[in-house]
């Protein structure tokens, strides 16, 4: 069994700062890439952020300059610090992980989500 916990939104006022974890637990054997996706209100989810085993990122265009994806391989989780909020970053935040639990057994987990609103 295989499980991702999420943590760390909240309400914030725009220009300020949130920083996003998802731990993943459970029967592991390896983890390769790790992404965060939002969907906000009305919007289909999109991709955040993601990054690989190596360390190489990605970021959506409205995002890039703000946002940092990062991970900790001991810990198995990946962070997302968000700076300069604004108002249309409010979403619920996903993490995405694929996650080897043995051969031939590689499945993709979602985190249950987590409300990160930004007032204006």
């Known amino acids: 069994q295989v499980q991702l916990v999420e943590s760390g939104g909240g309400l914030v006022q725009a220009g300020g700062s949130l920083r996003l974890s998802c731990a993943a637990s459970?029967?592991?054997?390896?983890?390769?890439?790790m992404a965060w996706y939002r969907q906000g209100p009305g919007k289909q989810r999109e991709l955040v952020a993601a990054i690989t085993s190596g360390g190489s990122t990605n970021y959506a265009d409205p995002v890039k300059g703000r946002f940092t994806i990062s991970r900790d391989n001991a810990k198995n989780t990946v962070y997302l610090q968000m700076n300069s909020l604004k108002p249309e970053d409010t979403a619920v935040y996903y993490c995405n992980i694929p996650i080897t639990r043995g051969l031939f057994d590689t499945r993709l987990y979602w985190g249950q989500g987590t409300q990160v609103t930004v007032s204006s």
């Open positions: 459970g029967s592991i054997f390896s983890v390769n890439a």
